[in-house]
């Protein structure tokens, strides 16, 4: 059973600083996302990440997926307020098979303070 | 362009009432068709996947049903809600022809059962 975990949960920062999000998962797998949820809405896609070393950038968020290590991480560079929200990283197994799904992690309640 | 709409958008309902929550996408065809729970504070829960009309796979047993009686319809029922039933209910999709399994969320259904 393909396992993905996200550290931390939860995170406060202040404006202006950096900091990393990391996604783990359990499974051989080069096809990960990361959404991003404002508070009670929808997830909105925000990178897909599908071969080893891809970096994806947008902004002042980050993207990077090292498929070896199995591990992603969303670095946020310089916060500002209007990042704050919940960031859920998902990995799929590829198509075939019965595997249609994406596995998400429990998603990371970023929190910028001024 | 593609979009996905639910309705409702939000909903207050009575312990053993009957449930119908409707999904529809726009400017594709043949979609894959998912249905998430999410509960407050919480991650995202699989309910169903359906890769054509009539094909439904369930993730977790609960009172809860799914059908697609059309290609781009896809509908979340129950004929007896719980007060666990309560959360955000969201519907997403992806390409089925595509060579990776990037889902797009519709706006999401607030339940609430009482």
């Known amino acids: 059973e393909l396992k993905v975990e996200q550290n931390p949960l939860f995170l406060s920062m202040q404006e202006g600083k950096n900091y990393t999000i990391y996604c783990n998962y359990s499974?051989?797998?080069?096809?990960l996302y990361w959404y991003r949820q404002d508070p009670g809405k929808s997830l909105e896609s925000l990178f897909v990440l599908l071969s080893n070393g891809a970096v994806k950038q947008e902004g002042r968020l980050m993207a990077s997926l090292d498929t070896k290590a199995r591990l992603s991480t969303l670095h946020i560079t310089a916060a500002v307020h209007d990042l704050s929200a919940t960031y859920f990283c998902a990995v799929d197994i590829g198509p075939g098979g019965s595997n249609y799904k994406l596995t998400f992690g429990k998603g990371t309640l970023l929190t910028v303070n001024p | 362009s593609q979009t996905i709409h639910q309705w409702p958008a939000t909903l207050v309902q009575p312990v053993g009432s009957p449930l119908s929550l409707e999904c529809t996408v726009e400017g594709t065809s043949n979609p894959n068709l998912y249905w998430y729970r999410q509960a407050a504070g919480r991650g995202l829960q699989l309910l169903f996947y359906s890769v054509g009309i009539g094909q439904i796979s369930s993730e977790v047993p609960q009172n809860l049903s799914a059908s697609r009686p059309q290609d781009r319809q896809f509908i979340l029922s129950s004929k007896k809600l719980l007060l666990s039933d309560s959360g955000f209910y969201l519907c997403a999709w992806d390409d089925e022809g595509a060579s990776y399994n990037e889902q797009f969320f519709g706006p999401g259904t607030r339940l609430t059962v009482l």
């Open positions: 499974t051989t797998s080069d096809r």
